[in-house]
């Protein structure tokens, strides 16, 4: 496959993600207008992650590095009814690991919130373990959405299961406004049931598709399969790895909890953006490089192999960068203009806006260190190895867990500032934590492929270009009358961009020449 064909399924990708990742943003603006930093945003935000665990944990990276290498080799080898077989029957395994999971997860939900939001007591706690009982079904369906992903992805069909969230984001504003005249607490517990509506909703618009897809699908527990054997290897090495993830980010959920009112609502706002870039360009590109990556690794890697992965490996990382480092330099600089324009509403307050602005430039340290190792984990999965991401998502858990106690817990008494401001480090060790796990797959990557990455002076380039444009808008943000948030923003924020790639481009960055030739021949 081409270079230009795999930027073509990443645009698809992309144009997927844009759609649900903008109504996304919609969604957290209606959420933070009706209830901004409060105690029942704390709550919804602390019960939605509880059982996004078992989504994170069964869904779509897991089932991407483990069940696409497999199906889209058979799709590739023309064994179409292999691979429906194989789809049946993991179908069907998920099926009854999810439905245990969650009956358990239902029963256990008291005891997992002693381990997740140990700060929680009375009422707030009992209020996040009805929500918790309520939405863990839902975030069971998002696995088999996840599942549908997998099949459409080893297809080439990339935008539907991307832009499927749109219905799930929808259901949960709609809900908002319809029971807006309820109180807070009475809204939040009819805003989880929305939120498990738009999860099967979510599933339903892919199934039929799908189902065209894969003409026949048996669901079948074939455990003896070789094929559903070497699924199922993978799957428990990146089930573990990916558990390790999610312990992380609970251990930094855990770590807020004890940090004050606010501290939890403050961290998933800044999430709601920072996954923004992380999706439209780490996973968009990791995601629709992986089919073809895996068609490419086969079942041998040899020196001529290695060659072809390194150049697309190499390829996937500029475009990445090209788009990260300034994502990132918006985020230190310019995050106050952005949090305003998309949240300061309501509730949702300027003070709160330059609080969530702390915790976002905390999380752009960490921002191109993990978009690029969801490219080299992509890599390692294709090449069916899927221990070395996890032995290295180990060692961050590790770092996280140290450092994230350390800055959050610590710092903010040695500084004498409140403790709620902890949370800007945590996110900012985090992001160190991904930085030493990004080296070290790196440097095990170029032992197996030959030397791998961005060139260092393609780098410095994208950096200096982004520390211009930043100076650039910061200066017109200072100079603006008093328009308001969004209209600030549209100002900034479109300066900023326009003096990026008019900086690389005078730099001759590849990666601007080709966006500007690809926008000059569509305008004609």
Not at 68 to 93: C, M, N, S, T
Not at 95 to 112: E, K
Request: proline share 3%; charged share 10%.
């Amino acid at each position: 496959m081409t270079k230009d064909a795999g930027r073509g399924h990443a645009l698809l990708v992309g144009a997927g993600i844009l759609c649900s990742r903008l109504f996304g943003l919609v969604r957290q603006r209606v959420f933070s207008h009706f209830f901004g930093l409060s105690d029942a945003a704390d709550i919804f935000s602390a019960a939605l992650r509880v059982p996004n665990f078992l989504q994170n944990l069964f869904g779509e990276g897991v089932l991407s590095a483990s069940f696409i290498p497999v199906y889209a080799r058979l799709l590739a080898q023309h064994k179409q009814e292999d691979a429906d077989r194989l789809a049946g029957a993991i179908f069907a395994i998920l099926a009854l690991i999810i439905s245990v999971i969650v009956a358990l997860g239902i029963l256990a939900t008291p005891y997992l919130l002693w381990l997740i939001a140990p700060g929680y007591t009375g009422e707030k706690r009992e209020l996040t373990i009805l929500l918790v009982r309520i939405l863990f079904p839902g975030t069971g369906i998002l696995v088999w959405s996840a599942w549908c992903l997998g099949i459409l992805n080893s297809h080439h069909k990339f935008f539907l299961s991307y832009a499927a969230p749109v219905i799930w984001n929808l259901s949960m504003i709609l809900t908002m406004l319809v029971f807006h005249h309820l109180d807070a607490n009475r809204l939040i517990v009819y805003l989880a049931w929305g939120t498990v509506l738009g999860c099967l909703l979510q599933f339903l618009v892919q199934l039929g598709p799908v189902l065209k897809l894969v003409p026949n699908l048996r669901l079948r527990l074939d455990l003896k399969s070789l094929h559903v054997k070497q699924v199922s290897g993978s799957f428990m090495n990146v089930v573990i790895g990916r558990g390790v993830v999610q312990i992380s980010a609970f251990v930094d959920q855990a770590i807020s909890t004890l940090l004050g009112s606010g501290a939890v609502a403050g961290m998933t706002t800044a999430a709601s953006i920072n996954l923004l870039p992380v999706s439209l360009f780490g996973m968009a590109i990791s995601a629709s490089e992986l089919p073809t990556l895996s068609r490419m690794a086969g079942d041998h890697v040899d020196e001529e192999v290695a060659a072809k992965l390194s150049a697309r490996l190499n390829n996937g990382l500029e475009r990445i960068a090209f788009f990260i480092v300034p994502s990132a330099m918006a985020f230190f600089a310019l995050g106050n203009v952005i949090v305003a324009a998309l949240y300061q509403s309501g509730a949702f307050t300027a003070k709160d806006s330059y609080y969530v602005w702390a915790i976002l430039a905390g999380s752009g340290v960490g921002l191109l260190a993990s978009t690029f190792g969801r490219l080299y984990s992509s890599t390692y999965y294709a090449m069916r190895d899927t221990r070395t991401p996890l032995r290295y998502a180990l060692v961050r858990l590790v770092f996280t867990v140290v450092l994230g106690l350390g800055s959050a817990l610590l710092v903010p008494k040695l500084l004498g500032i409140p403790m709620q401001w902890g949370a800007v480090g945590l996110t900012a060790s985090a992001g160190v934590a991904g930085w030493v796990e990004f080296h070290l797959l790196r440097r095990k990557m170029n032992r197996k492929l030959g030397h791998t990455g961005v060139a260092v002076s393609m780098m410095a380039k994208l950096w200096a270009a982004a520390v211009a444009a930043a100076l650039i808008a910061c200066a017109v943000e200072y100079f603006m009358p008093g328009w308001g948030p969004i209209l600030t923003a549209a100002f900034v924020l479109s300066t900023y961009g326009v003096a990026y790639f008019a900086v690389t481009f005078l730099l001759h960055v590849r990666m601007c020449r080709d966006v500007v030739k690809k926008v000059l021949h569509r305008l004609g």
